[in-house]
């Protein structure tokens, strides 16, 4: 049997690009003989990519005409339209690749609008949150059609899927409930941290800090500017903690999502600027430095249920604060604070820095967590191999 992986995220797209990196190393893991794999990459640079060296890899890019071709395929076609398409096996550029490849079944190892567009191929899907529904207020979700798109979506995707990954048992009640999906095609199977974060230490990680012109001593929060990362509460926090005699520095990491020019204004208006680190992008080789030098990791995200930096930051002993509402992911593993409380944050940045012994006790409840998320994974996995020969039986039921 032969899975056809489709990676769409590239490198700039941060955690999104780890979290599918995951996925492949996790399935190259756990595969038995029997099972082949293929991976489809629709983002050229992708091909350069260390993790995806000496596999079997087929790079077709997205351009405008597969676009408009995956659209149009994803709509439901009028049935002597849809006739005609079948008669003339019209098909992406992609589906076309893994057809003749010989893939039996399609694993996306993010949400995919190309899912919809399948004509032939029966398919994994992945989904990371359904953060439209649980918070439509931001932006990102409702502007231009967004929430509209992401509903079509999911409502028709996941009913679709053979099977449907998730990373926690919450989002799998959430998708049964907002699309009446069955529980027996929805799988959590826990993430596991990035790869640069189960490395060993590199003897770099000085210079790498040092180069990037970091302060001694910092919070870290990796995220792209969305609304939804909530830098602004951090910056809030600083100007609180400032107020009480205490001044601490934060290094912000990712990509601009439109909002970086907003958030840069709030810091100098709060005070607290020369206090703030943006180093835009950073490859994943100094990630691990980053997390090392600092502090904690401070996370007060409203998107969930489950995030990567947490796990990141256990594997290298690093404490957490992170938002109430996902508690479920982390446990007694983090300081959780209501994210819409600077005071909150405030008082749980102090206590990183006041209270060694309750960081250091706080840190290793974090690994514990990570533990137990990782048994709970490779329990996960064992299911998720099941399943998989289920379908290779099924699949002898037809012909190619």
Not at 37 to 56: C, K, M, S, W
């Amino acid at each position: 049997m032969k899975i056809g992986v489709v990676l769409e995220q590239e490198l700039h797209s941060g955690g999104g690009f780890q979290q599918a990196l995951n996925a492949l190393e996790q399935l190259t893991a756990i595969a038995p003989p029997w099972l082949q794999i293929a991976v489809f990459t629709t983002a050229p640079a992708n091909a350069g990519h260390a993790a995806l060296a000496g596999r079997d890899l087929h790079v077709v890019p997205r351009g405008a005409a597969e676009r408009l071709r995956s659209a149009a395929l994803a709509r439901t076609l009028p049935a002597a339209l849809d006739q005609w398409c079948a008669r003339h096996d019209v098909l992406t550029a992609l589906e076309r690749a893994m057809v003749a490849e010989g893939v039996d079944l399609v694993y996306f190892l993010s949400p995919s609008g190309y899912a919809l567009a399948l004509r032939q191929l029966p398919y994994i899907l992945t989904v990371w949150d359904l953060c439209h529904r649980d918070h439509p207020e931001f932006p990102e979700v409702r502007a231009q059609g967004e929430f509209a798109r992401r509903e079509a979506f999911y409502r028709e995707a996941i009913n679709r899927a053979v099977l449907t990954l998730t990373d926690s048992e919450e989002l799998n009640q959430r998708m049964a409930q907002y699309y009446g999906a069955e529980s027996g095609r929805l799988l959590a199977m826990p993430f596991q941290p990035a790869g640069f974060a189960r490395e060993s230490a590199s003897a770099s990680t000085n210079n790498r800090v040092q180069r990037l012109g970091l302060p001694a001593d910092y919070l870290f929060y990796p995220a792209q500017f969305w609304p939804h990362k909530n830098h602004v509460r951090i910056l809030q926090a600083l100007a609180l903690r400032k107020a009480q005699g205490q001044s601490h520095a934060v290094v912000f990491c990712g990509g601009d999502k439109n909002n970086k020019p907003y958030i840069q204004r709030l810091a100098t208006e709060l005070g607290v600027a020369g206090q703030v680190s943006f180093i835009g992008f950073v490859p994943e080789a100094d990630m691990q430095a980053l997390y090392r030098h600092c502090r904690a990791l401070v996370m007060p995200t409203y998107f969930g249920p489950t995030n990567l930096p947490p796990l990141e930051a256990w594997a290298l002993g690093k404490p957490v604060i992170y938002s109430a509402h996902l508690a479920g992911q982390v446990g007694d593993g983090a300081l959780c604070v209501d994210p819409d409380s600077a005071e909150e944050l405030a008082a749980a940045i102090a206590t990183v820095y006041d209270n060694a012994e309750a960081t250091r006790a706080l840190a290793a409840r974090g690994q514990a967590r990570l533990e137990y998320l990782g048994t709970l994974r490779r329990q996960a996995e064992a299911t998720f191999l099941k399943k998989l020969e289920s379908f290779n039986n099924r699949k002898l039921c037809w012909g190619k």
